[in-house]
Every structure is written in structure tokens, then in C-alpha cells.
């Protein structure tokens, strides 16, 4: 897909987006061999062939990074040994991507999906604390001592879980909706948790990863995340450090 051509230079590692118009004015870059000057210049990396000062640009491969809303019974791996369908068959992109964590097979809501490392590192891993909340369907009515265990934390297998932000939002008496924001990933955690303190899980929907929230994504529906939903989540797992504003990260339409 044809982008504007500072900024294939500046993900390309030559310069920041406005340096690189910079040079763009100066007629210090060519597109296949003919010097350009426009700053309005689109370019394919797969098939233009760029240079700055003479020297040949290498084009870096295109960061790609999607919402899914992901249904229940699909498993998010790229492939599973008992042959339950895979999140990855509800994606088109040209670019190999994979999801950012997981939710396990009876579990829906919002995935991420990305070929950019550095990103899912950032936004899954505990130590980077982006919260993740979830909407759970449980079996009985809470009371308030349960809640402030989980609130607390309490002992799991791996050991003690972090405090966690537990609401109650509806309740019938025979079921009830809880808000539950983690900041961990243990396997299954929110699920165990609750069964922990006598509430059985029935359901449960991943709503929000950090700021982004899963909003009115159809089930099944994948969408891409917009430039500044992607440095967004970018400042708030760490990867760009606060103060810096960085260039809108490049990202791509299927």
C-alpha cells in the first residue's frame, strides 16, 4: 500500500518524520532514481526502490496492529493440536501477525494482534502493568467480604495475586455481573479467582487493554487501531516513555 514517503524514511530508521521532510525539500532523496521533492509523494516499500544522499534505503517491514473481538470456542494460537479453530482465521492481513496474550477458548472480548514484538511484550507482560478489564458472569451474589478478598489479593498456585478493582455492577440474586480490572496474566486468573471465593464463572468478556476500549466491535469483527490509539497505548505500557511524542507509529489498511 502506497504511504507518504517521510514516512517510509522515518520508520525506515533514516531520520524522524520531520527531518526527513526535511531532506525531502533539500532534493536529498530519490525514489527510483529520480530526485523528488514533493512532500505529498506516495511510495510502495515492496516495490519503490528509495536513496537519500545517494545511499540506498532499506524499507522496514510494516507494523500491523488489530482489534479482534474475539468469539467464544476459538483458542488464540496460530494453530491447536485438538483442532479447535484459531483466532487467526478471522484476520486478513497481508503481514503475519499474533495475538497479544490470550484469552482462553471460553473467554471473548478484545485481542490485540500485532507482528510488532516490542509492543505485545510491552502490553502483556505484568511487569509493564497495562490493565486489562473484564465483564464476568458469575453463578451467585458476591457479598462484600468476598469482594474485598479479591480486591486484597488472594493465594492462587502460582502465589499471591495482585490487588485487584472489583465492582458489582448487576445482580438478580442467582447471578451476577462483576467489573474486574487486573493488572496480572496468570492462566485462567480471573476464572480462578472467583472460584476462589464461591463464584463460578459463566461468562467473561475482555472490555478494555489499557485505554483502548472493545466498544461496539461486532463479535468476530477485527478492526485496525488508528495512529493515535496505537502511541497511546504505547506511552501507557512504557514502550515510549512519557514527554515523548514520537512520529505516528506506520500501520496499514488490508
Same mark, same amino acid.
Given at each position: 500500500?502506497?504511504?507518504?514517503?517521510?514516512?517510509?524514511?522515518?520508520?525506515?530508521?533514516?531520520?524522524?518524520?520531520?527531518?526527513?521532510?526535511?531532506?525531502?525539500?533539500?532534493?536529498?532523496?530519490?525514489?527510483?532514481?529520480?530526485?523528488?521533492?514533493?512532500?505529498?509523494?506516495?511510495?510502495?516499500?515492496?516495490?519503490?526502490?528509495?536513496?537519500?544522499?545517494?545511499?540506498?534505503?532499506?524499507?522496514?517491514?510494516?507494523?500491523?496492529?488489530?482489534?479482534?473481538?474475539?468469539?467464544?470456542?476459538?483458542?488464540?494460537?496460530?494453530?491447536?493440536?485438538?483442532?479447535?479453530?484459531?483466532?487467526? #482465521?478471522?484476520?486478513?492481513?497481508a503481514e503475519r501477525v499474533y495475538p497479544?496474550?490470550?484469552?482462553?477458548?471460553?473467554?471473548?472480548?478484545?485481542?490485540?494482534?500485532?507482528?510488532?514484538?516490542?509492543?505485545?511484550?510491552?502490553?502483556?507482560?505484568?511487569?509493564?502493568?497495562?490493565?486489562?478489564?473484564?465483564?464476568?458472569?458469575?453463578?451467585?451474589?458476591?457479598?462484600?467480604?468476598?469482594?474485598?478478598?479479591?480486591?486484597?489479593?488472594?493465594?492462587?498456585?502460582?502465589?499471591?495475586?495482585?490487588?485487584?478493582?472489583?465492582?458489582?455492577?448487576?445482580?438478580?440474586?442467582?447471578?451476577?455481573?462483576?467489573?474486574?480490572?487486573?493488572?496480572?496474566?496468570?492462566?485462567r486468573q480471573v476464572r480462578r479467582m472467583?472460584?476462589?471465593?464461591?463464584?463460578?464463572?459463566?461468562?467473561?468478556?475482555?472490555?478494555?487493554?489499557?485505554?483502548?476500549?472493545?466498544? #461496539?466491535?461486532?463479535?468476530?469483527?477485527v478492526r485496525h487501531l488508528t495512529e493515535?490509539?496505537?502511541?497511546?497505548?504505547?506511552?501507557?505500557?512504557?514502550?515510549?516513555?512519557?514527554?515523548?511524542?514520537?512520529?505516528?507509529?506506520?500501520?496499514?489498511?488490508?
Open positions: 500500500m502506497p504511504e507518504r514517503l517521510q514516512k517510509v524514511l522515518a520508520r525506515a530508521g533514516v531520520a524522524s518524520r520531520r527531518t526527513a521532510e526535511r531532506l525531502i525539500r533539500e532534493g536529498r532523496v530519490a525514489v527510483n532514481g529520480q530526485v523528488v521533492r514533493d512532500l505529498g509523494i506516495r511510495v510502495d516499500p515492496a516495490r519503490d526502490s528509495l536513496a537519500v544522499d545517494g545511499r540506498p534505503v532499506a524499507a522496514a517491514p510494516k507494523f500491523v496492529y488489530l482489534a479482534l473481538h474475539k468469539p467464544r470456542g476459538y483458542v488464540s494460537t496460530a494453530r491447536d493440536e485438538r483442532g479447535r479453530p484459531t483466532v487467526l #482465521t478471522l484476520v486478513r492481513s497479544v496474550g490470550r484469552l482462553d477458548a471460553d473467554s471473548e472480548g478484545l485481542l490485540l494482534l500485532t507482528n510488532d514484538g516490542a509492543f505485545a511484550l510491552h502490553l502483556a507482560h505484568p511487569r509493564y502493568g497495562v490493565p486489562k478489564e473484564y465483564h464476568v458472569l458469575v453463578r451467585g451474589r458476591p457479598d462484600e467480604g468476598a469482594l474485598e478478598r479479591l480486591r486484597r489479593g488472594l493465594v492462587l498456585e502460582e502465589g499471591r495475586t495482585a490487588p485487584a478493582r472489583v465492582a458489582l455492577l448487576s445482580s438478580d440474586g442467582e447471578r451476577s455481573w462483576l467489573r474486574v480490572v487486573l493488572k496480572q496474566g496468570w492462566k472467583l472460584a476462589a471465593v464461591g463464584c463460578p464463572v459463566e461468562r467473561l468478556i475482555r472490555t478494555r487493554v489499557g485505554s483502548l476500549a472493545l466498544g #461496539t466491535l461486532p463479535v468476530g469483527a493515535s490509539e496505537v502511541r497511546r497505548l504505547q506511552h501507557e505500557s512504557g514502550l515510549l516513555p512519557a514527554g515523548v511524542r514520537g512520529d505516528a507509529p506506520p500501520h496499514h489498511r488490508d
